[in-house]
């Protein structure tokens, strides 16, 4: 079974950075998606950024040029790169894996198309 395990997230005041981290096991499919979702109390889980196997990179408006999606596949892991935090970026951070990629879509991908996802891990920014 497909495994997800987060890392990196805590507490950092308004403009510091994080840097959050998914390591993927137990996944077998040429094609993917791995994304980096969050959830703040009482708000509907958003996309934040995404990687395929084709090598697209996608971006919600809200952390375009702030935050940075990368990849290291030798350590199968996923990371966020989290620069000029404010305090709207507090959430559960979420990474999903899902068997598709986003070649020929013009929008970001949604939560339900997404198979396999982490526990979460917390990021909290102070003012």
């Known amino acids: 079974q497909v495994q997800l395990v987060e890392s990196g997230g805590g507490s950092v005041q308004s403009g510091g950075s994080l840097r959050l981290s998914c390591v993927v096991s137990?996944?077998?499919?040429?094609?993917?998606?791995m994304g980096w979702f969050r959830q703040a109390p009482g708000k509907e889980r958003e996309g934040v950024a995404f990687?395929?196997?084709?090598?697209?990179?996608a971006y919600a408006d809200s952390v375009k040029g702030r935050f940075t999606i990368s990849q290291d596949n030798a350590k199968k892991t996923l990371y966020l790169q989290m620069t000029s935090l404010k305090p709207e970026d507090t959430a559960i951070y979420y990474c999903?894996?899902?068997?598709?990629?986003?070649?020929?879509?013009?929008?970001?991908?949604?939560?339900?198309?997404?198979?396999?996802w982490g526990q979460g891990t917390q990021v909290t920014v102070s003012s």
């Open positions: 999903a894996a899902g068997v598709f990629t986003m070649l020929g879509v013009s929008r970001l991908p949604t939560a339900n198309e997404f198979g396999y």
């Open positions: 137990r996944y077998r499919y040429n094609n993917y998606c």
């Open positions: 990687i395929d196997s084709d090598g697209i990179i």
